[in-house]
């Protein structure tokens, strides 16, 4: 199984996000991440055996969590990628000790992770053919995370399927 674990917005928040963005991706073109599948990933393990899942759940028992607020306030483009995505220009440090915990945990139970910087961010449109600066959201999207999310991830036809296996409540 493809497993991460993520910040996973409820439905009425992936429409307002949805929204948000629609004039901007409107002008970017590229491939936009329906709003079913939008959320903030904390780690991603890639292949994951089945018998290990019960790992992952102690782990996610484990986490602090303590309530994660963001304030979304622009669209990044990143080239090599070749994504856009929002992003808070703060992050709080909240933020980064949860991922940095689970990192940490994950790399001493065994599990491959990626050692490069935690940078939030929510993808909202994949293949952007036009290279863009950073650009502001208004009004900017405040957000109370509500849940860390175990999330399992297909490939399907129209881009990835996701499927959320365990959620923890966060605050
Ligand atoms: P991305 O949106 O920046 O591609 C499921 O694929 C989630 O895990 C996505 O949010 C994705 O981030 C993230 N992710 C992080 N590292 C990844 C990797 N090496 N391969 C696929 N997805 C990765």
Same mark, same amino acid.
């Given at each position: 199984?493809r497993? #991460?674990?993520?910040?996973?917005?409820?439905? $009425?928040?992936?429409?307002?996000?949805?929204?948000?963005?629609?004039?901007?991706?409107?002008?970017?073109? %590229?491939?936009?991440?329906?709003?079913?599948?939008?959320?903030?990933?904390?780690a #991603?393990?890639?292949?994951?055996? %089945?018998d290990?899942?019960?790992?992952?759940? +102690?782990?996610?028992?484990?986490?602090?969590?303590?309530?994660v607020f963001?304030?979304?306030?622009?669209?990044?483009?990143?080239?090599?990628? !070749?994504?856009?995505?929002?992003?808070?220009?703060?992050?709080?440090?909240?933020?980064?000790?949860?991922? !940095?915990?689970?990192?940490?945990?994950? $790399?001493?139970?065994? #599990?491959a992770?990626?050692? +490069?910087? #935690?940078?939030?961010?929510?993808?909202?449109?994949?293949?952007?053919?036009?290279?863009?600066?950073?650009?502001?959201?208004?009004p900017?999207?405040?957000?109370?995370?509500?849940?860390?999310?175990?999330?399992?991830?297909r490939? !399907?036809p129209a %881009?990835a399927?996701?499927?959320v296996?365990?959620?923890?409540?966060?605050?």
């Amino acid at each position: 199984m493809r497993l #991460f674990f993520a910040l996973w917005p409820d439905a $009425s928040t992936q429409l307002e996000w949805e929204r948000a963005v629609a004039p901007l991706q409107a002008t970017l073109g %590229g491939r936009r991440i329906p709003a079913a599948n939008l959320h903030l990933t904390l780690a #991603f393990l890639g292949e994951v055996r %089945g018998d290990r899942m019960n790992e992952l759940l +102690r782990l996610g028992d484990d986490l602090d969590r303590s309530p994660v607020f963001l304030r979304l306030d622009r669209i990044e483009y990143w080239k090599k990628p !070749g994504l856009a995505c929002l992003r808070p220009t703060e992050v709080p440090l909240v933020l980064e000790r949860l991922a !940095g915990q689970l990192q940490t945990g994950l $790399s001493l139970a065994g #599990f491959a992770v990626e050692h +490069r910087h #935690f940078k939030p961010h929510v993808t909202v449109s994949r293949d952007v053919p036009i290279a863009t600066a950073s650009l502001p959201v208004w009004p900017v999207l405040e957000w109370s995370a509500p849940v860390i999310a175990l999330v399992r991830s297909r490939p !399907g036809p129209a %881009g990835a399927d996701y499927a959320v296996l365990h959620e923890w409540p966060l605050g």
